[in-house]
């Protein structure tokens, strides 16, 4: 059973601050993973999604990368902005054709001006 | 274009209820997906439906039933609530497949909070 663990569940950093969340999952047969963002009394939005085959995915300040063989990801930000702080859920698809994702339980970020 | 929308926002229920919650998907989405969040959790795959038929379930029980619309608008229907049902109800819509490719995007709505009493 594929089971997904976010760390740290919640962190607080000042402004400019870079900094890397970590996801890891214990199947690593895997066919894609997304990294999700959540605001308070928002539903998720979509940050960046990795394909098993692929190692790395940007966008703008976001870099996440992916180790299938160890079962590990990052989501690196750079130079944090007061505007990041949300809960970052990363998920984790076994097979094609569904969108039945496995979540974690997120990290709770607040960045501080 | 309109994102994705649900109804109620909040909602509170007696245990042994009923409840029907809906989402509008985003124009030109034949996929909807719904997931339930409990506090403090991240979300759990509840099914999705493609083109008005279910095609993918998780661990939930029968109770959880769905439906989907020609309009590809959706309800999740619950009977015989529990206090654990207790949570925030999530619909995504998707492109599925666009143009030959299946797309796995997925744009979430803000949720219906339910609370079972």
């Known amino acids: 059973k594929q089971e997904v663990t976010q760390i740290p569940a919640a962190l607080s950093v000042p402004e400019g601050e870079n900094l890397v969340l970590n996801c890891s999952f214990t199947d690593s047969a895997i066919y894609n993973l997304q990294w999700f963002r959540q605001d308070p009394g928002k539903g998720l939005t979509s940050l960046l999604l990795i394909q098993s085959s692929q190692r790395e995915q940007t966008s703008g300040r976001l870099n996440a990368s992916l180790d299938k063989s160890s079962g590990r990801s990052t989501l690196y930000i750079a130079a944090s902005q007061p505007g990041d702080s949300a809960t970052y859920l990363c998920a984790v698809k076994k097979t094609p054709g569904t969108y039945k994702y496995i979540f974690g339980t997120g990290t709770r970020l607040k960045v501080l001006a | 274009e309109t994102g994705v929308t649900q109804s109620p926002t909040h909602l509170i229920k007696t245990r042994g209820q009923q409840v029907t919650l809906r989402c509008s998907s985003q124009?030109?989405?034949?996929?909807v997906s719904w997931y339930q969040q409990a506090l403090g959790q991240g979300p759990q795959f509840i099914f999705q439906?493609?083109?008005?038929?279910?095609?993918g379930r998780g661990n939930f029980p029968p109770r959880f039933s769905g439906l989907q619309f020609p309009n590809y608008s959706s309800e999740l229907n619950v009977n015989a609530l529990e206090l654990d049902d207790s949570a925030l109800y999530l619909c995504?819509?998707?492109?599925?497949?666009?143009?030959?490719?299946?797309?796995?995007?997925?744009?979430f709505g803000p949720g219906t909070r339910l609370t079972v009493t």
């Open positions: 439906y493609y083109r008005e038929e279910e095609n």
């Open positions: 995504a819509s998707s492109p599925g497949l666009a143009g030959g490719t299946l797309s796995y995007e997925q744009y």
């Open positions: 124009s030109g989405h034949n996929t």
